[in-house]
């Protein structure tokens, strides 16, 4: 099972910056980003397939898609696949926000 994480900036004082991310801040902050690409809906597939409505921007590396999904002024990722750790930390010190496990 792998680990999940959280991009927030929950942690940080009142009047620091934004305490939520929000969705406009986040397409305007991944649209400019040539690896990634937005889409409302992932798509599990394996002995069955599941598909998931929501906010996601998919990071395209090499073969893979790996989605940050945006849900309640925060990005929710999966470390599955370890090169998503410094692509998360990249993300999150340019939103200026924090990594929370779980």
Known sequence: MSQRYRITRALQEEG??????????????FASKADFTYSSVFTVTGATTMSIDGDFFMWSFGDSKIPF???????????SNEAVIPKMMEVASELQADIVEG
């Open 69 to 79: 999904r945006h849900y309640q002024g925060d990005i929710y990722v999966s470390g």
């Open 16 to 29: 620091h910056s934004a305490q939520i991310i929000s969705l406009e801040e986040c397409k305007q902050y």
